[in-house]
């Protein structure tokens, strides 16, 4: 049996009929709330996302449609990134590997978008960046300090890209107990599966990567 074979049999012990998953993470309208989301997930908990876009919903009310500059706005407002994560979102909690508190990530991120000689401003644009292969919104939120492949990948994600995964360390986790491997099995090699697995089961390989993250994740 092949590692294929052995992932798509343990996925459908385990995760149970597709139709019963529980629906990936989207923010399809919201720049602002897809850059939040994916900055405040990375080496952070669920729980700490929902409250950061709760704060965020009850300070703008028109929080499901703002755009990447509404939120930079937003943050201006109070005073800058680092008062807004204080005052506003109630979470110091830095981006992975610096001392930046993550709406200063956020707010650089969405002015480099913004800058592109075709703008990326608004998730209709974030879409269309991912699908046409260029590669310039891509290293334009990546060249943000903290910020990895994985930020890229919730990002786009978040607003709605069915064919993106995020491999992190719970999904990892979870391909390399299946396939009984010694060691952890990386990022691309874990992508791969998850695309191949997707594909097999006739599902999105987003909604596959969120099923198996919310079976690594009970508490979440």
Known sequence: MTDLDLLVKAIAEDLGDPS????????????????????????????????????????????????GPDLMVAMESVGGPAE?????????????RTNRLRPEGIYEGLSKLAGLDTAVTTTEHLRAAAADGSTAAREAWLSVKGFGPLAWSYLIMNAGVATE??????????????????????????????????T???????????AIWLHESPSN
Not at 176 to 197: H, Y
């Open 165 to 198: 995964t995020k491999p992190d360390v719970m999904v990892q986790r979870y391909l390399t107990r299946v396939l009984k491997e010694d060691n952890k099995l990386g990022t691309a090699q874990t992508r791969q599966l998850l695309q191949l697995a997707a």
């Open 20 to 67: 019963g998953w529980s629906a990936p993470v989207e923010f399809r309208d919201s720049l602002a709330l897809c850059a939040l989301n994916s900055a405040y997930s990375l080496n952070g908990t669920s729980s700490a996302a929902k409250n950061v876009i709760a704060r965020y919903r009850a300070f703008r009310p028109t929080a499901d449609t703002d755009s």
């Open 200 to 210: 097999k089961l006739g599902v999105a390989p987003r909604a596959l990567d969120r």
């Open 84 to 96: 807004f994560a204080i005052s506003i979102l109630h979470n110091e909690r830095p981006l992975p």
